[in-house]
């Protein structure tokens, strides 16, 4: 008697030869789910599995970040698979963090914008990260600084200073998540903003931007004035105490 063939094999071998021959392109959210799923569950049918945790989650992002425990309350998701969508998150990011490493992001900024989009754009709890740059604004190492709700006390000037320094960086980029979706800096914001500003340039360390991440949109606080006018305010205050 010859070997049973799994009814599903037909089905996930179509979804292979699609993606081998024009990517993701065309994939719906639950189709990258499921196969992400298939990775470690070869006998099993996977397709409604992934159309469940996208209608728990909502997005495809949610699902990636999604607490392992929250996952396994979806029926048909066991730890191998939690393994595997966190890893592969996982691996996302740092390869995305990888791209941006040497590169001039001041310049050419959009690796940057992809990178923290992916990193901390869709978490559901507030990421402060510092990107650390050399003095042809080339990236030498980024880092998640603070974590939990923002404010101008959680957030600690003097610790921004020391890791700086130990990178031996001449200028940084910071920028944070609202997991809310809703882009608009807060007062905390810009006051955050403004203290980093003034503490970085009395060490020599030049802040180019600011960036705030939700809901797939970006603020940033270069362009909308805030940068300059904080560095303008502090040479104004250094000049004004000489």
């Given at each position: 008697?010859?070997k049973?063939?799994?009814?599903?094999?037909?089905?996930?071998?179509?979804l292979?030869q699609?993606?081998?021959?024009?990517?993701?392109?065309?994939f719906?959210d639950?189709?990258?789910?499921?196969?992400?799923?298939?990775?470690?569950?070869p006998?099993?049918?996977?397709?409604?599995?992934?159309?469940e945790?996208?209608?728990?989650f909502?997005?495809l992002?949610?699902?990636l970040?999604?607490?392992?425990?929250?996952?396994?309350?979806?029926?048909?998701v066991?730890?191998?698979?939690?393994?595997?969508?966190?890893?592969?998150?996982?691996?996302?990011d740092?390869y995305?963090?990888k791209?941006?490493?040497?590169?001039d992001?001041?310049k050419?900024?959009?690796?940057l914008?992809?990178?923290?989009?992916y990193?901390?754009?869709?978490?559901?709890?507030?990421?402060?990260?510092?990107?650390?740059?050399?003095?042809?604004?080339?990236?030498?190492?980024?880092e998640?600084?603070?974590?939990?709700s923002?404010?101008?006390?959680?957030?600690?000037p003097?610790e921004?200073?020391?890791?700086?320094?130990q990178?031996?960086?001449a200028?940084?980029?910071?920028?944070h998540?609202h997991?809310?979706?809703?882009?608009?800096?807060?007062?905390?914001d810009i006051?955050?903003?403004?203290?980093?500003?003034f503490?970085?340039?009395?060490?020599g360390i030049i802040?180019?931007?600011?960036l705030?991440?939700?809901g797939g949109?970006?603020y940033s606080?270069?362009?909308?004035g805030y940068?300059?006018k904080?560095k303008?305010e502090?040479?104004?205050?250094?000049?004004k105490?000489q």
């Amino acid at each position: 008697m010859g070997k049973k063939v799994h009814k599903g094999n037909g089905h996930r071998e179509r979804l292979r030869q699609k993606f081998f021959a024009g990517g993701l392109a065309g994939f719906l959210d639950y189709e990258v789910i499921e196969l992400l799923l298939i990775l470690n569950t070869p006998r099993r049918d996977c397709k409604e599995t992934a159309k469940e945790l996208l209608k728990k989650f909502k997005t495809l992002q949610a699902v990636l970040e999604a607490d392992p425990g929250e996952l396994q309350q979806v029926k048909g998701v066991g730890k191998t698979n939690v393994f595997g969508l966190q890893f592969i998150k996982e691996v996302a990011d740092r390869y995305l963090e990888k791209k941006i490493i040497a590169k001039d992001v001041v310049k050419n900024p959009d690796d940057l914008i992809k990178y923290i989009h992916y990193s901390i754009g869709n978490k559901n709890r507030e990421y402060f990260a510092g990107i650390f740059l050399d003095a042809k604004n080339k990236v030498l190492a980024s880092e998640i600084l603070f974590q939990g709700s923002l404010t101008s006390s959680s957030v600690y000037p003097r610790e921004v200073i020391i890791k700086a320094l130990q990178h031996q960086s001449a200028a940084m980029i910071f920028a944070h998540n609202h997991p809310s979706g809703d882009i608009s800096p807060s007062p905390e914001d810009i006051a955050i903003t403004r203290r980093l500003v003034f503490a970085l340039n009395y060490v020599g360390i030049i802040v180019h931007e600011h960036l705030i991440t939700g809901g797939g949109e970006f603020y940033s606080f270069h362009e909308n004035g805030y940068i300059e006018k904080f560095k303008q305010e502090f040479d104004y205050n250094n000049k004004k105490s000489q």
